[in-house]
């Protein structure tokens, strides 16, 4: 069973750096794909970015130009560089990985952060 352990969150304020790292408990490069997820209070989950096998990134609109999904593939690692972090950015961050599409994958615990002046 793959277990998934996200670091780095805190209490930030707007315009300021975050680095998470999710660390996996075995080798990411058997993984089809990984990703980050954002969960704001009061709702959904959703998708941040994710990184697929073949090094294939993607980020939805909101985060172009400020986030970048990074991996260390020798020390089993994914990041999420979090630069110039805004207030909508505050929540549960949340890193997930897939062996196949046909299947959720693996879900971290969450890390929090919380912008605020």
């Known amino acids: 069973q793959v277990q998934l352990v996200e670091t780095g969150g805190g209490l930030v304020r707007p315009g300021e750096s975050l680095r998470l790292s999710c660390a996996a408990s075995r080798r990411i490069s058997s993984f089809i794909s990984m990703g980050w997820y954002h969960q704001a209070p009061g709702k959904e989950r959703e998708l941040v970015g994710s990184?697929?096998?073949?090094?294939?990134?993607n980020r939805v609109d909101s985060v172009k130009g400020r986030f970048t999904i990074l991996r260390d593939v020798g020390a089993n690692k994914l990041f999420l560089q979090m630069n110039n972090i805004q207030p909508e950015d505050t929540g549960v961050y949340y890193c997930n990985a897939k062996l196949d599409y046909s299947r959720p994958g693996a879900w971290g615990q969450g890390t929090q952060v919380t912008v605020s002046a």
């Open positions: 990184i697929d096998s073949r090094d294939t990134r």
